[in-house]
Structures are given as structure tokens and as C-alpha cells.
């Protein structure tokens, strides 16, 4: 199943959710093999404050600050323990033409690192920033968690 930007799936038992190519957007691949349950979410910007108030209509999760909480409620619903998810970050990307000041992948990097930080939440493997998009999925069949890059081998927890 196909995760799209800007949401979450939460599965449990069996089942595979990925990612289209991430570029600037963050998805944060969570998975608790003892419970059976994981999710992905990807998230597009780092803070509600960027949109204007006239954009009423944008999902919470589509934005970093306001996401998180609720993916991570949506792992416990299914039965996931927080303390035992394995959590990979992926994303992030920085198109090389861009100019640094339009770095939306780093800032979106560097939001999801200050919400884990905030909220404890360490021991995650990350693999975000660099010029080129990845793909991530989340396998509960295999209890496998795989990063796909157009310049890198696959990697796979």
C-alpha cells in the first residue's frame, strides 16, 4: 500500500506500506516486531506556522509539528509499546541547484530530529539530507524495514 505524502498508515499482522520518491519530504518508518504492528508517515513541512491561515483545509500530518503526535498515538491504538519501535528516518533531500536558504529537506531534517529530542526518543537510524530522493517500505511479512536510492545499494533493517 502506498503512503501518500502529507499522511499515515498504521498496519498490524501482515502487510507492506511505501513510500513514493521522497525528495524534501521526511517519512518516518516505525515498526514493533513483537507486537506486529508498524506505520509510515511522511510528512511534507516542518511547522503549520509556514502555511497561511487560509489553508484550513491541510491534514495535521502533513506538517512536522503537528504529525508526530498523532502517528505515534495511532502506533499505540494497534498495540505497538513505544519503547520498543524501531524507527528509521528517511528523506530529506537537498536539490543541488537550490540555493541554501530554500534547503527544505534540511529543515525538515532538522525538525524531526528536534521532536524526537524533545521527545526522547533516541536510537533511530536515519539517513536523510544529500542531493538525490529515496524510497522507504515497511515489510511486517519480513519485519523489514528497506531504503531504496537512485545512488545508493539498498539498506535494509
Sequence with gaps: MIVEKGTYKVIKGKGLLESESLGSCVAVAALDKKAQVGGLWIFVLPASKILSASN?????????????????TALEENGADLGNLQ??????????????????????ASMIR?????KG??????????????RVSLDLSTGKIVIKSSEEEEESW
Excluded at 121 to 134: A, K, T
Design 87 to 108: 524507527i528509521v528516518v528517511v528523506g530529506g533531500a537537498r536539490f543541488l541547484e537550490a540555493p541554501t536558504v530554500f534547503d527544505l529537506g534540511g529543515l525538515n
Design 56 to 72: 484550513n483545509g491541510t491534514e495535521p500530518t502533513f506538517f512536522a509539528d503537528e504529525g508526530l503526535d498523532k502517528f505515534l
Design 114 to 118: 528536534k521532536l524526537f529530542k524533545d
Design 121 to 134: 526518543i533516541s536510537g533511530y537510524e536515519e539517513r536523510l539530507g544529500g542531493p538525490f530522493p529515496r
